[in-house]
């Protein structure tokens, strides 16, 4: 996708709060409040010593006192208030984001996805989503609340002297903006580098656990430990760089406090002294700038946090925009299913030509037999009929009408499609197969099962049914988890079944039980049978050669 600006990328995020914008003014009024109880406590502690000492402040000293009570606790409910109000608004558009992140990779998938790290996915969608609570919680609200809290105080200041008031006015500007923008500056894209770092470590560690067997079998362990010595080691260099950064931030930042606080002496001294400001005055006017820097304080740490804020933002939001390979569609006229054909059909991935004026009919009732060697075309043809990918020229037909015209409920009901590599989610053997079919009961599981050939092996597990498969179903052989997405596909009930290489994991013997049981399950259905061996194409009706 094309890369945005962070100005974008903020403006975007900033647009998510709209829903909650009355919380969000909520949590900007409570917080305003409170930082100013805060700020006005030393001020009213020197009113209290002022008074003391003789001036008339037009207040009394029981007042002075009673205000200082209200102050103090007015901050702890207001501070309470913004901070639940905030990680409120914070956690629910976190919920929001994830939900539509999901739907944005529902949509992506697979076509989008395909060969996309598995890890740096799963970056995307934990830790990437979780930073934007800092965003929310930490970043919009103490924005808004500086603003307004520290207008109030230089219009406070300025009350004793227009000149003190820019004084202070130049001190905020100072502390929350010009410092996290040379920061900023300054850090560059390390942000969006961490972020981009940790994904792949995550998309590596992830890739090794899963290939932990063939580590183990060629003694790769050390290299691979290396590898990732040497991933982390750069991780920690990147990372260690932005925490000299934050080191700096609050440096430079307390230096520009010190500096302003001296400035703010030095003027209300000189105008004390040329008869432009009472004692009282000066006293209130540098006591008033001391205590008010606790929201610009709160910014400066913006400059390096809010990096990594930016850059998980940015991949969210072009996971979130990103168009699907194909658009879902919906409102026309369902149909029946009746045959299938791909008509002159053209279709390359990037720039490779997988398939070129391919054409083939399928008719109802049939087996069709699809032989060819890797590489052909012959799983892309079943994806296409699928709608997974759209053709490049050419047509795809189910039924006489084009795929791209057939709603993708009615499309995908139409069709049983199981595919190479049997995925299975950790849960029981049961679950796993009912995902063909949400509602389908005990019984309509068990003769999926009969039909293909697997119910005698589960029943000879301790649970049965009830067995659970592991993760990634690596308590079961390949066979057997071939077995149990023909089960899916037999339960599914869809009169069009695509099968993709349904007996690669599969002996001579059990090759033989499957298609004896595919043959006689298959009546009054149409099924378009994949495999480069020849074979798996003795129960098609008719077999088509295909060539790369």
Known sequence: MKKQSKAIILLKMLGMVKPLLGYMLLAVICGTLAFLAVEFIPVFGAYAILTGLGYDLSISLGMIFIC????????????????????????????????????ALRKLCPAKLEGRDKGDLIALITSDVELLEVFYAHTISP???????????????????????????????????????????????????????????SGFVFENIRGIDTTLQYDNG??????????????????????????????????????????????????????????????????????????????????????????????????????PETEDISGKENIDFDNARAEHVSFSYTDEKILDDFSIEINKNKIIGILGKSGCGKSTLLKLLMRFWEVDSGAITISNVDVKDINTTNLRNMESYMNQDTQLFKDTIKENIRLA???????????????????????????????????????????????????????????????????????????????KSLKEESKNKTVVLVSHRQSTMRISDTTVMMAK
């Open 437 to 515: 079919k949400l509602d389908a009961t005990d019984e309509e599981i068990v003769e999926a099962c009969k039909k293909a050939s697997i119910h005698d092996f589960i029943m000879t597990l301790p649970d049965g049914y009830n067995t659970q498969v592991g993760e990634l179903g690596d308590t079961l052989s390949g066979g057997e988890k071939q077995r149990i997405g023909l089960a899916r596909a037999f339960l599914h009930g869809a009169p069009f079944i695509l099968l993709d290489e349904p007996t690669s994991n599969l002996d001579s013997l059990n090759e033989a039980v499957i298609l």
């Open 68 to 103: 200082l009570i209200f102050f103090a606790l007015a901050r702890s409910v207001l501070r309470y208030i913004e901070q639940r109000t905030n990680h409120y608004i914070a956690f629910t558009l976190l919920a929001v984001v994830r939900d539509n992140v999901f739907k």
């Open 222 to 323: 050390k290299e691979r430990l290396d590898s990732l010595n040497a991933m982390t080691d750069d991780l920690s260099i990147k990372q260690g760089r932005l925490n000299i950064l934050t080191g700096y931030n609050f440096a430079i930042a307390n230096s520009f406090i010190l500096v302003f606080d001296i400035i703010m002496v030095v003027a209300s001294l000189t105008l004390f002294r040329n008869g432009e400001l009472g004692f009282d005055g000066m006293i209130i006017s540098i006591i008033a700038l001391m205590s008010s820097y606790g929201p610009v304080s709160a910014l400066s740490s913006l400059g390096t946090t809010l990096q990594g804020t930016i850059a998980s933002g940015a991949r969210i939001l072009d996971i979130l925009e990103e168009e």
């Open 143 to 201: 924005i808004c609340i500086a603003v307004l809290s520290e207008s109030i105080m230089c219009i406070y200041i300025g009350s004793f002297h227009i000149l003190l008031g820019l004084v202070a006015l130049m001190a905020y500007i100072g502390v929350g903006i010009i410092i996290p923008l040379i920061i900023s500056k300054i850090s560059g894209t390390t942000g969006d580098e961490i972020r981009k770092m940790s994904g792949n470590m």
